[in-house]
């Protein structure tokens, strides 16, 4: 049997390992799933005969070099810093590799042995990034293809709940790495192109500079621009685009509350808070509030914020409890960020029943025989509970899809990369349609880049 080494059993590996286990028997497969928790990677493999369950330590590099000599290709859904050390052992042992993350620049190093080897290592193949790289590029090339020039792409996705799930006032609760959340932004100002010019938004603006965007069927979202939307310009062949956007995607109101934290000073992960251990949340929030012999904590958030009593804004601060004093921090040396992702784990975190939702929208402008016009793409997906999320859905399918397809022999091309070829998206991006992961595109009129405040 072909055997397949899938490194981690994670959140987004259930529908991964699900879709290349309904085709081990037809496709001549062995899944062998490794973890440090060998207990997760049982629960997902089941008692599958095609499938087995093994206790994996990526830093034994003993264990490591076994496992991925045993493999025909190697699937790392490890933490993006942890996979140079499978890609190294991949090249040692000649093994294709897949991944879903950003490419590093350890990763990209790997390229040129990676070719003389004839390898392939699929990075970038999830959702965001994946199947966003898939499905923009299908629509640039086709407009290439008939003769169009791309004047304008902006791209959005926002991992969201799902509206039979939405229960709070700030419409989203954790379906992914709440740490990312809260630290979202940071790190330099966000760039983009607009009309031929360079715009800069930094942290403390980026949440008050938001575009609204309309998904049929689901209602309006708002979006903040990512940190550096130039990223894939050269990538994309978009050299001599006028406006090139990436944002992330909330629903409205969400970004405006969210300037609260921002402006407080709550979201910053660079120093530790004294005593943060015994603190209340109520201490922790009258920490970054003026002293007053008579306010109260309440009256001084409101005041400094110059927020309105009868404003929904305050009301979704109140529906977090930030101002208990009763919960109490409980973290040792905690950063601003940290505490407040305890505090918003406690109303944001998904119940059991919950359902999650991808949400991506693109739009490209482009002139074709002297008139402009614009195309609008969206795709939503849904979840169906809190084992099998759209999260996974949308990120492991892809994956899995790219996994068969190479070991299939069917994407051939060596070297480090990210799926923007015909070769990959093509084959994928019409199977991820078997399950519902459609993107409907309509033509719309050319506005140009219009976003609201900027």
């Known amino acids: 049997m072909r055997k397949i080494l899938v490194i981690g059993s994670g959140k987004s590996t259930s ?22 928790n060998v207990e997760n990677a049982k629960k997902l493999v089941g008692n599958h005969p095609n499938a087995s369950a093994i206790a994996l ?4 590099k003993i264990s490591r070099e076994n496992a991925v000599k045993n493999a025909d290709i190697v699937v790392s ?36 042995q990676a070719i003389s080897k004839g390898l392939v290592f699929m990075n970038e193949i999830g959702v965001d ?41 700030w419409n989203y609760k954790f379906t992914w790495n709440p740490r990312n959340v809260v630290t979202a932004g940071q790190g330099g100002a966000a760039k983009f192109l607009q009309e031929n010019t360079y715009k800069y938004i930094p942290y403390n603006r980026l949440f008050r500079r938001t575009e609204f965007l ?15 939307s130039l ?11 006028k406006t090139l956007y990436r944002g992330t995607m909330r629903r409205v109101g969400f970004s405006r509350a969210w300037q609260v934290f921002v402006a407080l000073g709550m979201t910053d992960d660079s120093y530790t808070i004294d005593d943060s251990e015994n603190m209340s949340y109520r201490d922790f929030v009258n920490a970054f509030l003026p002293y007053s012999p008579t306010d109260s904590v309440e009256l001084k958030f409101r005041h400094a914020l110059k927020i309105d009593q009868d404003d929904i804004i305050w009301d979704k601060f109140v529906e977090l409890d930030i101002f208990s004093k009763t919960k109490m921090v409980e973290l040792k040396k905690a950063t601003p960020a940290q505490i407040l992702q305890k505090i918003l784990m406690d109303s ?35 979840g169906e509970d809190q084992t099998y999320t759209a999260m996974a859905k949308t990120v492991g399918l892809p994956v899995a899809m790219a996994t068969l397809a190479i070991l299939n022999n069917q994407i051939r091309t060596p070297g480090v990369q990210i799926p923007i070829t015909k070769e990959v998206y093509t084959p994928i991006l019409k199977e991820l349609e078997d399950y519902g992961i ?16 900027v």
Request: include cysteine; aromatic fraction near 12%.
């Open 129 to 169: 990034p994946g199947i966003d790289h898939m499905s923009a590029m299908q629509v640039i090339d086709r407009i290439r293809d008939k003769g169009g020039k791309i004047i304008l792409f902006e791209s959005f996705t926002g991992g969201l709940v799902a509206p039979e799930s939405d229960t709070n006032l």
């Open 348 to 382: 944001w975190t998904l119940d059991p029943e919950d359902k999650d939702m991808i949400v991506m929208y693109h739009k490209f402008g482009y002139v074709l025989h002297g008139k402009k016009h614009q195309i609008d793409a969206t795709m939503v997906t849904l």
């Open 57 to 60: 330590d990526v830093f034994d």
């Open 77 to 112: 859904m490890l933490p993006a810093r942890f996979h140079i050390e499978v890609a190294k052992d991949c090249i040692t042992y000649n093994k294709n590799m897949v991944t879903a993350s950003y490419v590093s620049k350890e990763m990209q190093a790997l390229n040129d």
């Open 231 to 241: 990223k894939y310009q050269s990538v994309y062949g978009l050299e001599n685009i």
């Open 438 to 453: 459609v993107f409907k595109e309509k033509e719309a009129p050319y506005l140009g880049y219009n976003p609201l405040n």
């Open 214 to 228: 309309e998904v049929d069927h689901f209602g309006r979202f708002e979006a903040y621009a990512n940190r550096d």
């Open 15 to 36: 529908y991964l390992i699900k879709y290349l286990l309904d085709k081990s028997s037809s496709e001549n497969l062995h899944v062998s799933v490794g973890d440090l």
